[in-house]
């Protein structure tokens, strides 16, 4: 076993993020569940490097990270010879692409689709009231981003090029809950190209394990 740890659930859209990163570069790591619902739960261990309880930490001997993104990106720099040498790309025009789409990532797509999923996904469960001017709103904001990515599918097969990379990568939490909400996924499947992109990113075999994972029942306490 390798000495990368992962505090966190599958289940959180950052960890997600993560494991998608490590099964793609082949890395060796131990998964330390954490529920995040469970806060007086936590094992000390976790509390110890994050004690601000956020759903993900992780470790690499002395190395502590917890922002999944970059830690997609520390992943794919400390080992670029492992697995997918493709990730953060092979030269500077390809990382600067790349660069450009996490970008459009992180500050287009992650904050509309988090408040849909949210309102449309978890409040029912929770018992909280869904905020339709919320949900339109955000429905709008993906849709506008979404035509900007069905523009770019139209040159290129995935987001920064030819080649699966962070960029794409970085979707995969977020877009496989879209996906799988009634009223939402016709976001992607109206959209050709947009279409086409989710269903090659999210067959790929390091996705479907992270999916596999989440599916898991938790262990018993």
């Not at 996904?121 to 018992?127: M, Q, T």
Request: hydrophobic fraction near 35%; charged fraction near 30%; glycine fraction near 6%.
């Amino acid at each position: 076993m390798g000495s990368i740890k992962v505090f966190g659930s599958p289940t959180s859209a950052e960890v997600a993020r993560v494991l998608a990163c490590l099964f793609e570069k082949d890395v060796e790591f131990q998964l330390i569940r954490v529920d995040n619902y469970k806060g007086t739960e936590r094992k000390p261990e976790y509390l110890k490097l994050q004690p601000s309880g956020q759903a993900l930490t992780f470790e690499d001997g002395k190395t502590t990270l917890v922002d999944s993104r970059a830690i997609c990106r520390y992943i794919s720099e400390r080992y670029p010879e492992q697995g997918n040498k493709d990730l953060l790309g092979k030269g500077t025009l390809e990382r600067a692409s790349i660069e450009q789409w996490l970008q459009t990532e992180a500050q287009s797509f992650e904050p509309p689709s988090s408040a849909l999923v949210f309102h449309l996904a978890y409040a029912p469960v929770l018992g909280l009231e869904t905020d339709k001017m919320v949900v339109e709103d955000s429905r709008r904001k993906l849709a506008k981003v979404l035509d900007i990515y069905e523009q770019r599918l139209e040159e290129t097969r995935f987001l920064a090029g030819d080649k699966f990379t962070l960029a794409d990568l970085s979707h995969l939490p977020n877009a496989h809950r879209i996906s799988t909400i009634a009223g939402c996924a016709a976001l992607f499947k109206e959209r050709k190209r947009v279409s086409k992109w989710w269903s090659d990113i999210s067959g790929r075999p390091s996705w479907k394990r992270v999916v596999d994972m989440q599916n898991e029942p938790p262990a018993a306490a």
